[in-house]
């Protein structure tokens, strides 16, 4: 498989939507078939979600590329992920956020699985993404020792942003969730752009989207 004209394609069929061109660049830079585990790296280039192990998915390239534009991240910026999964949406935002910029940002991942986050860890160490931190952990606590992020991103989905999230992201910082309630296995989930203000924060609704639940938090 000739894995670059595979991902032009895939770059490609996103032009045209209201996709930020640095994220095109991004989804072109990313081998995401090293993501893939095994027998699916050939659908790896396919606009579609795919498994990961661990009853997990890898979300759509289109998913991925709308939720970078919409988290507006800048070179030099430091991004909180909940939800590491394989680590791909993470190399996509530590591209984003290196730049050609000796002060390059970082991407703090916290992942509740520890085999996921493990091979994860392994993979984007293999591959050179050195600014990319995995810890594992409950997303619902954030990732306080880095805080304050410029953004921070969920990509598994919660009937309520964690509020340790919105707190360590600083002001003027964004926050992109899937929302909403699990009904049955994938509920009717809204990707949704929190903009933390001084005196408050601003809410927007981006759409339909379906993400696996989030696990953990209080009881749990
Ligand atoms: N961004 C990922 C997709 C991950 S799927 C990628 O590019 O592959 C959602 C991930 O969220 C899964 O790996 C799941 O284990 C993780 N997750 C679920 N609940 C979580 C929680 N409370 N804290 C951290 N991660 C969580």
Redesign the pocket.
């Known amino acids: 498989m000739d894995t670059e004209a595979a991902r032009e394609r895939m770059v490609d069929r996103l032009r045209g939507r209201e996709i930020d061109p640095a994220a095109l660049d991004a989804l072109r830079t990313v081998p995401r078939h090293e993501?893939v585990p095994g027998r699916d790296a050939g659908a790896a280039y396919a606009d579609r979600p795919l498994p990961?192990g661990?009853d997990?998915?890898?979300?759509a390239p289109s998913v991925?590329a709308l939720m970078c534009s919409l988290l507006a991240v800048a070179p030099g910026d430091d991004v909180l992920?909940?939800?590491?999964?394989?680590?791909?949406?993470?190399?996509?935002t530590a591209e984003l956020v290196a730049g050609d910029r000796a002060d390059a940002g970082g991407v703090y991942?916290?992942?509740?699985?520890p085999e996921?986050?493990a091979a994860?860890r392994d993979r984007l160490s293999r591959l050179g993404y050195d600014a990319v931190h995995v810890r594992v952990?409950?997303?619902?606590e954030g990732w306080s020792e880095h805080a304050p992020y410029d953004a921070a991103y969920?990509?598994?989905a919660?009937p309520e942003i964690?509020e340790a999230v919105v707190d360590q992201v600083r002001a003027g910082g964004r926050v992109v969730a899937p929302v909403g309630d699990a009904v049955g296995r994938f509920g009717g989930q809204r990707l949704v752009r929190l903009t933390v203000g001084e005196d408050g924060i601003e809410r927007e609704d981006h759409g339909g989207v379906r993400?696996?639940?989030?696990?953990?938090?209080e009881g749990d």
Not at 56 to 59: P, Y
Not at 81 to 92: F, L
């Open positions: 993501f990961i661990g997990q998915t890898i979300s991925v992920e909940i939800g590491t999964g394989c680590g791909y949406h993470a190399a996509v991942s916290v992942e509740y699985d996921l986050a994860a952990g409950d997303g619902h969920l990509t598994c919660t964690p993400f696996v639940p989030m696990r953990g938090g």
